[in-house]
């Protein structure tokens, strides 16, 4: 099908049965566990001396992530000699990031284009990653006449289909996510509909939400309004026209609690203003892989645990959600590697209030008897890294991987 620049788009299917099975063998051998299966099939726990590791039923790679990998391995089997880029990272996971550089696939900026996409040609490939990437971008790429590779994830693109319904009824979407999220600016930017006419809001908090709820009960200040919510609105979005009919979606990985509260008091706001929710339309649109590790975490929190150890990229949305529920009950650390277990007192994790890594003692890990340990991790953390993190807390108590491969 001809694109808006003309040129015809040129996505290519890497998916050959051939390549697929030799990149799975290669993804297995990058990624996979024998330890986390061991434990997986001992129904999540093991106990060796006086500590035990309890595993959530549900972690690590979702199938977005896992087609999103196998996609970005085979794009440099099939193109061995071509250039390739990625837009921004296929995931937020640093070590997947770091074994695709290894591969000379390179990352090009996802914030604003720049003189790197002026220079790409018809025999570069660029990969799209399973967060999507906005339009303009997209239209660029073709523009080019790159070859693609779009390894957006379906649950991403039934988002894009809800909001593009939204703009076409000029239904404002109001998105529950980050506005500066690869994500949520991807949905945005089909929020703004296929003519650019259609309006949206990206709210991420609460309290975000009561000030728009405030606004459309009882109208306010436009320019603060403005102000408040810079980078996060539509262009030309007008609080006093653009509040009437609303849409609400939300990034796929938000905590699920969160975003049905935000939908609960949209509706209760429009029905204050019009007696009714007749201009209130909602979909839910958080993803089951998400869903599915926020609810085995919920599972984990009834057991006695002493603490929590969270896996992955610290820009990860979906493992900041699990940090947010975990925290919540007991003391919980979100760690990007093993190598931040430094000793037993000494944790290197990222505090999701600061927003940066701080360096924290703790008596939890050196405490004398037995200890029990959670270990979960989001949808783009690798089952090698867990491990890792099995390794070294078992290795921190006096138990060595050879102790752990034999029980
Ligand atoms: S977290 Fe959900 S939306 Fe994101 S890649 Fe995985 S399945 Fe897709």
Redesign the pocket.
């Known amino acids: 099908m001809p694109s808006a620049t003309g040129k015809k788009k040129k996505r290519v299917n890497v998916r050959t049965p051939e390549v697929m099975e030799r990149v799975q063998a290669e993804v297995a051998d990058h990624y996979q566990s024998s330890i986390v299966e061991k434990v997986r099939e001992r129904g999540g726990v093991l106990t060796i001396g006086n500590t035990t590791i309890r595993l959530a039923k549900q972690f690590g790679f979702?199938?977005?992530?896992e087609r999103?990998i196998d996609l970005a391995y085979a794009s440099r089997r099939v193109f061995p000699k071509n250039r390739i880029f990625l837009i921004g990272e296929i995931i937020h996971n640093p070590e997947v990031n770091r074994q695709l550089e290894k591969m000379e696939i390179v990352s090009l900026p996802w914030q604003a284009m720049n003189e790197q996409y002026d220079d790409l040609g018809e025999d570069d490939v660029v990969i799209v990653p399973?967060f999507g990437a906005p339009v303009s971008f997209m239209d660029k790429v073709e523009s080019q006449g790159c070859m693609t590779v779009d390894t957006t994830?379906g649950?991403?693109m039934k988002v894009w289909k809800r909001v593009r319904g939204f703009a076409k009824e000029s239904i404002t979407s109001i998105i529950h996510g980050k506005a500066d999220h690869e994500e949520t600016r991807a949905t945005a930017s089909r929020a703004a509909g296929e003519d650019g006419k259609g309006s949206y809001l990206i709210v991420l908090t609460l309290e975000d939400i009561d000030y728009v709820c405030d606004y459309i009960a009882n109208g306010g200040d436009k320019n603060e309004f403005l102000t408040k919510f810079a980078g996060a609105t539509s262009e030309g979005f007008d609080p006093d026209i653009h509040l009437t009919q609303i849409g609400v979606a939300n990034q796929?990985?938000m905590l699920k609690s969160e975003t049905e509260e935000i939908q609960r008091r949209v509706r209760v706001a429009i029905e204050k203003r019009d007696g009714n929710a007749e201009n209130f339309s909602v979909f839910d649109t958080i993803?089951?892989?998400?869903q599915e590790r926020q609810d085995a975490l919920f599972e984990m929190l009834k057991s006695s645990m002493d603490a929590l150890l969270v896996v992955g990229g610290y820009n990860s949305s979906?493992t900041t959600h699990l940090v947010e529920i975990g925290e919540k009950e007991l003391p919980t650390f979100f760690i990007r590697s093993a190598d931040c277990l430094q000793s037993l007192e000494e944790i290197v994790h990222f505090d999701i209030h600061q927003k940066e890594e701080v360096s924290g003692g703790t008596d939890v890990f050196g405490k004398e008897g037995e200890i029990v340990v959670g270990i979960t991790a989001g949808?783009s953390c690798p089952s090698n890294l867990i491990e890792d993190t099995i390794i070294k807390v078992f290795g921190l108590r006096g138990v060595d991987v050879d102790q752990i491969r034999a029980a």
């Open positions: 979702c199938y977005g992530v999103a399973a994830c649950d991403v796929t990985t993803c089951g892989a998400t979906n949808a």
